[in-house]
């Protein structure tokens, strides 16, 4: 069921944008997040109730593409994510297809039916979102957006939005990320791991240089 055919009490909802933040992730990480390095929504869910308080209801919602091909890879995903009381839009990927509108239209739904007082993006999108989210601030709407300050810089920099780092949510990773970059290095120094391995290079031709 949409879950903006739900209830019309007041709501905290939270919108996570599942493309964009594996996208910014896999930079984190340098390839492909595995199950152990992947946000536990578990906690998110706790999170989320506690940010929600006495006043609203939560409402938590994942946004996805399913590439063909993939279903026997995502099924389990989605079903974890629905026992644990995210409900779930699913679009094929087809194209260029994305999801971004979709989420907006979501998010217009809930405001138009005067039900929305706290909002929570969890993308790092400027292109599709910042605009939306700062007119929704205009009309009283309180926004935040979610991700990670590395890919989220046009809400870390906004003087309407505000922003929540994913890594600060209380046990949504097992284990800190690597994010020490050139800019966040400590007085002592430190080690930045290889990206790729070494075998790598001879995946490529030798006088082709790596990207």
Do not use: C, Y
């Not at 492909?32 to 906690?43: E, M, Q």
């Not at 506690?50 to 995502?74: H, I, K, L, Q, W």
């Not at 300050?149 to 994913?166: I, K, P, Q, T, Y």
Request: aromatic share 6%.
């Amino acid at each position: 069921m949409n879950p903006a055919s739900a209830s019309s009490i007041p709501i905290t909802l939270l919108v996570w944008d599942a493309p964009n933040i594996d996208m910014s992730l896999g930079s984190i990480l340098g390839g492909r997040p595995s199950s152990a390095s992947r946000p536990r929504f578990d906690a998110l869910g706790r999170w989320l109730i506690t940010r929600a308080g006495p006043d609203t209801e939560p409402e938590a919602t994942v946004f996805t593409n399913v590439a063909p091909g993939s279903t026997d890879f995502v099924r389990p995903w989605v079903e974890a994510l629905r026992n644990t009381g995210f409900a779930v839009f699913a679009k094929p990927k087809i194209d260029e297809s994305d999801i971004d509108e979709d989420m907006l239209t979501h998010i217009r739904s809930r405001h138009e039916q005067g039900v929305l007082r706290q909002l929570l993006v969890a993308s790092g999108d400027s292109r599709a979102f910042r605009e939306p989210l700062e007119e929704l601030v205009t009309q009283g709407v309180e926004v935040t957006v979610l991700g990670f300050r590395e890919h989220a810089s046009f809400a870390v920099n906004s003087g309407v939005l505000g922003f929540e780092d994913l890594e600060d949510i209380p046990e949504l990773f097992l284990q800190p990320l690597p994010r020490i970059t050139l800019e966040t290095l400590p007085p002592e120094g430190a080690w930045l791991p290889p990206l790729r391995p070494l075998s790598a290079l001879l995946r490529h031709s030798l006088t082709e240089p790596i990207p």
